[in-house]
């Protein structure tokens, strides 16, 4: 039962650097969704994607970019860091966006850009 | 503009006690309404998803209640446990809104003590 896997847990990157974030999910969802979340905040949506080869904005996509290849994979990618992007990074899946569908998270990559 | 507001801020209850959490929403036109649990660092778990034409709904200890008028939840935990503390997160979703149709509250902090 592994759900939504995403590696790292932790990272710390320089300004400037780049970086892959990974997430993998095995429950063969259709929708894929990437967050970030900020200490005192509400989850705030990047990109999401609806199924293989579709991907589409959320709220604060700058600074990133995804692609999603196939079902179970959704990789997000920063372009050089900058210090506005230390957050924890939260990625999600569900079936479809229904009302008895709830999301499935998994357990997040804590970002630090110094 | 969307929003989902949560109340209080943060909470510290004794173990066995009762509680109750609070959440009014601006979301229109509305959809479903979720609440999720978070644990100090893991992603959020869904505990309950509520639609309109349903006022209460319950989760073991955990009983949600939805006034779609008054846009107003609440989550009454009861006979609460030391595993009960975490952050509690109402997440409001808008009818027809799609993947990116969700607004999150800040989540409320819950500490039960011993």
């Known amino acids: 039962n592994a759900g939504v896997t995403q590696t790292p847990k932790f990272r710390i990157l320089k300004i400037g650097q780049s970086m892959t974030l990974q997430c993998a999910q095995d429950?063969?969802?259709?929708?894929m969704y990437w967050y970030r979340q900020d200490p005192g905040m509400g989850l705030k949506l990047i990109y999401y994607?609806?199924?293989?080869?579709?991907?589409d904005k959320g709220e604060v996509p700058n600074g990133y970019n995804v692609s999603r290849s196939t079902t179970e994979d959704f990789p997000l990618r920063l372009e050089l860091a900058a210090p506005s992007q230390t957050s924890v990074y939260f990625c999600?899946?569900?079936?479809?966006?229904?009302?008895?569908?709830?999301?499935?998270f998994g357990d997040g990559t804590r970002l630090s850009i110094l | 503009k969307n929003q989902v507001e949560q109340s209080p801020q943060s909470l510290i209850i004794l173990e066995g006690k009762n509680c109750t959490l609070q959440?009014?929403?601006?979301?229109?036109?509305?959809?479903?309404l979720r609440w999720y649990k978070q644990d100090t660092g893991r992603g959020p778990v869904s505990l309950t998803i509520?639609?309109?034409?349903?006022n209460t709904k319950s989760n073991g200890r955990y009983t949600a209640t939805l006034d779609a008028d008054t846009k107003q939840s609440s989550l009454h935990i009861t006979a609460s446990q030391l595993s009960d503390s975490a952050s509690y997160i109402c997440?409001?979703?808008?009818?027809?809104?799609?993947?990116?149709?969700?607004?999150f509250g800040k989540g409320t902090h819950l500490i039960i003590q011993p």
């Open positions: 959440c009014n929403y601006t979301v229109s036109p509305f959809s479903n």
């Open positions: 999600a899946s569900s079936l479809n966006t229904g009302a008895g569908e709830p999301q499935h």
């Open positions: 994607s609806v199924g293989a080869g579709i991907t």
């Open positions: 429950m063969n969802h259709n929708y």
């Open positions: 509520m639609t309109f034409s349903e």
């Open positions: 997440v409001v979703s808008v009818s027809g809104g799609g993947a990116d149709g969700l607004t």
